[in-house]
């Protein structure tokens, strides 16, 4: 009844938009950052995740990342993720704001991915600027503990944004012009917790819109949204997609 309650919203409350957190990847065997038994209850993200300790020590954090690197590469996307990507062939959502590393989305077939955190496509390089692609990358980390620039012999950096690195602003640009135009805001495996992205959900509202969560804990915007449903992504979604599939047909 939720996954149907939330198809017959986003039918009369368009154009929606979704915004998904680690909750979605978690289902393809991606560990989160923040919860109690997440990757920061177990490393210190000052000491591997900051800006700060990459320029002090990037073989130390590429120590870190390199196996989560391989993870995310060997990683497949789950029907939360399939399910999201129909639907915007659909025409039932209009973008998806990740704040995800993963390139999951698009593997699934989403066209319009805002990445807000980056992602692992590339790395570049922080001494001349030139960026590689991630299969580069790879195979530079076959050769060493951390991927030097073959121009210049620098280290380079995950494209991703680190503890004390401003978000990418085109991205986050365009990610709060969505939510603006949004009649639907869909939450999607986030807890709502980083900001700036975490405020999405007050330029929706303050536009007119209304919000939507799928999520299994609760977040601060659980008493503002129009229908809350406490249950896993891949459950809910591919229901979602089928019922607004059906009533397409």
């Not at 289902?27 to 490393?43: K, M, N, Q, V, Y």
């Not at 060493?144 to 620098?154: L, N």
């Not at 992504?233 to 397409?248: F, H, I, M």
Request: net charge negative; glycine share 8%; hydrophobic share 45%.
């Amino acid at each position: 009844m939720s996954a149907t309650a939330l198809a017959e919203l986003i039918r009369a409350r368009q154009p929606c938009v979704v915004l998904t957190g680690a909750g979605v990847s978690t289902e393809s065997g991606i560990p989160d950052f923040r919860s109690p038994t997440g990757l920061w209850a177990r490393f210190d993200p000052l000491e591997y995740g900051s800006i700060q300790a990459f320029r002090r020590n990037p073989v130390k954090v590429w120590g870190f990342y390199r196996p989560r690197i391989a993870m995310l590469t060997e990683a497949e996307p789950n029907p939360a993720h399939h399910a999201l990507a129909e639907l915007e062939r659909l025409g039932f959502v209009r973008a998806v704001v990740t704040q995800n590393i993963d390139l999951l989305h698009v593997r699934a077939g989403s066209r319009e991915v805002v990445e807000v955190h980056g992602s692992i496509r590339t790395s570049s390089c922080p001494d001349c600027g030139t960026a590689y692609p991630l299969e580069r990358v790879l195979e530079l980390l076959d050769e060493a503990e951390a991927p030097a620039c073959p121009a210049c012999d620098g280290i380079l950096k995950p494209d991703v944004v680190f503890f004390g690195e401003l978000l990418p602003v085109a991205a986050i640009d365009r990610a709060f012009e969505l939510a603006r135009q949004a009649r639907l805001l869909l939450v999607v495996g986030s807890a709502l917790e980083v900001y700036p992205v975490a405020g999405m959900p007050l330029e929706t509202i303050g536009a007119g819109g209304e919000l939507a969560i799928v999520n299994r804990g609760a977040t601060d915007f659980d008493g503002r949204a129009s229908l809350r449903i406490v249950e896993p992504a891949g459950e809910v979604l591919p229901v979602l997609a089928d019922a607004l599939r059906r009533r397409r047909a």
